[in-house]
């Protein structure tokens, strides 16, 4: 028997620390050798991989992924299921997602809901998976499940600041961060100021203004703003680490890195739609623009993107997530048009479903743009969530007898002839892309999940299968946690 099942030889390694030229053996699911290239000319393989030239990267890891979720954001329901978002995912060269399971108001339990997000998507996966828990009713019994879903490998949660279906008020939000603490789980948060944007949306109606592109008018940087600083107050209250999702405004990540500057636990991230959109992409002719819609909103030029940018590196954002949140455009029951209906024959942008597709062209966006240090990329792109979540070294690492084997192989530099992204590319079940006609310069070649390739662009495409997925039960974060070991006292105040 050979002592490999696959070896890819002669490409760049590019871990969150450094770039080496190397070889890797995988036998099994698991990275058995990292060497120095011609290390494994000797050694006895199943198969073999030149990669020579090319990028090797550890798989994504897309740690904000919406998927078969029922209407939370207006009307819309999810247009990808598990099966359709993964497979998205890995012919991106992401490998895992971990995706919400969401708690509805009426419910008081959350184990309920794990155990009905883990019935949609057992056997349906092509990616790793796992589950962020959304706590939309923080009950005592909820709050009460917390060790349950540690036990269940749950060491994340996400909140809301607004939307009547999901938000919590800030005692709410201090009972979870409380419980959070005190079992170790991170708690993610969604944070824009409600009222400010009820407010907004008011004065749009009582001047006749419902076209998509007042959603952006209606959601503005101060809402934000506000609520990212509320957030952090509140995580610096009780000193339990947080993530703020989805980071738009450069003003917010100002205050994100100040915060951190103090030492505080406060992680951050941004995505795509806010280094590549703008909201002139919501005043696009006709409804159009429906299709750039979601929350919060891109913001106002390349000014915002530069500010994003840097913000990726200086290490005030960890992660680089999708946020995919997929509704079809043109369906008018479950999709963006679902906000066209008798009273608003043209639509009204606070009815149009918020969010937009983008696990598969994530990675192959911020590898186009070359505006990261590889060593960058692959550390927010994959590394730091796989810490953030309580999945490293398994992911997001080449440790040897440790990590999974989670291979992106990209094209060698200049192999890939520039071309326009069109939708029908894509492997979501979406009807059309934010990014359609971008210019893309690279994308994946290979994706290797736990040592079989599921993705070859040049040679069959999609060549992984529906189950090849497994949950992933995860552990601690390794990242920045609470400041204090003993427990949040209030005569401490
Ligand atoms: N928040 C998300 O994280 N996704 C879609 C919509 C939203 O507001
Ligand atoms: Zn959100
Ligand atoms: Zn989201």
């Given at each position: 028997m050979a002592e490999y099942d696959l070896l890819v030889i002669n490409g760049l390694v590019v871990s969150a620390e450094d770039i080496r030229e190397a070889d890797i053996g995988i036998k099994g699911d698991m990275i058995a050798a990292v060497t120095t290239r011609g290390g494994l000319d000797n050694a006895s393989t199943a198969k073999t991989i030149n990669a020579e030239g090319a990028y090797i990267t550890p798989g994504g890891l897309d740690a904000h992924v919406h998927l078969q979720e029922p209407p939370l954001f207006g009307k819309g329901s999810s247009a990808d299921t598990f099966e359709t978002g993964s497979r998205s995912a890995i012919c991106g060269g992401t490998t895992t997602v971990i995706v919400f399971a969401p708690q509805q108001k009426s419910e008081d339990t959350l184990l309920a809901t794990l155990d009905a997000t883990h019935a949609k998507a057992d056997g349906k996966c092509y990616s790793d998976y796992s589950f962020h828990l959304l706590v939309a009713n923080p009950s005592e019994n909820a709050l009460a499940e917390f060790p349950a879903l540690r036990k269940a490998g749950i060491s994340s949660l996400k909140i809301y600041m607004t939307y009547a279906a999901l938000q919590l008020n800030d005692g709410q939000i201090l009972d979870v961060l409380l419980a959070a603490r005190q079992h170790g789980i991170t708690t993610m948060i969604h944070a824009e100021n409600n009222d400010l944007i009820l407010w907004m949306t008011a004065q749009l109606e009582k001047r006749k203004m419902f076209q998509p592109k007042y959603h952006a008018t209606s959601h503005p940087a101060m809402a934000e703003i506000e609520a990212t600083y509320r957030a952090i107050c509140l995580s610096e209250f009780i000193d339990a680490p947080i993530l703020l999702v989805h980071i738009s405004s450069p003003a917010a990540a100002k205050h994100i890195k100040q915060a951190q500057d103090r030492g505080l636990p406060i992680h951050a991230e941004t995505c795509p739609q806010y280094l590549f959109l703008t909201k002139h992409d919501l005043d696009k002719p006709g409804f159009e623009g429906a299709k750039c819609v979601c929350s919060p909103p891109p913001r106002e030029s390349e000014a915002d993107h530069e500010g994003i940018w840097q913000g990726l590196e200086d290490g005030t954002f960890t992660v680089l997530s999708s946020d995919h949140c997929p509704f079809l455009y043109d369906d008018n029951q479950t999709g963006k048009k679902s906000c066209i209906d008798d009273d608003y024959p043209e639509g009204h942008f606070k009815y149009i479903p918020n969010g937009c597709p983008g696990v598969?062209?994530?990675?192959?966006?911020?590898?186009?743009?070359?505006?990261?240090?590889?060593?960058?990329?692959?550390?927010?792109?994959?590394?730091?969530?796989?810490?953030?979540?309580?999945?490293?070294?398994?992911?997001?690492?080449?440790?040897?007898?440790?990590?999974?084997?989670?291979?992106?192989?990209?094209?060698?530099?200049?192999?890939?002839e520039p071309f326009g992204l069109k939708n029908e590319m894509l492997h979501h079940n979406v009807d059309y892309t934010p990014y359609e006609g971008k210019t893309l310069n690279q994308w994946p070649r290979y994706t290797i999940l736990r040592g079989r390739v599921v993705w070859d662009r040049d040679n069959g495409g999609l060549v992984g299968k529906a189950g090849d997925g497994q949950f992933l039960h995860r552990g601690s974060s390794v990242l920045k946690g609470s400041l204090s070991d003993e427990p949040w006292d209030v005569r401490g105040f």
């Open positions: 598969e062209t994530r990675l192959p966006l911020a590898m186009s743009a070359g505006r990261l240090e590889m060593t960058k990329f692959v550390e927010v792109t994959s590394t730091n969530a796989a810490k953030l979540y309580g999945l490293y070294p398994r992911k997001g690492a080449f440790v040897s007898g440790e990590s999974d084997a989670d291979l992106v192989i990209w094209y060698p530099e200049g192999k890939l």
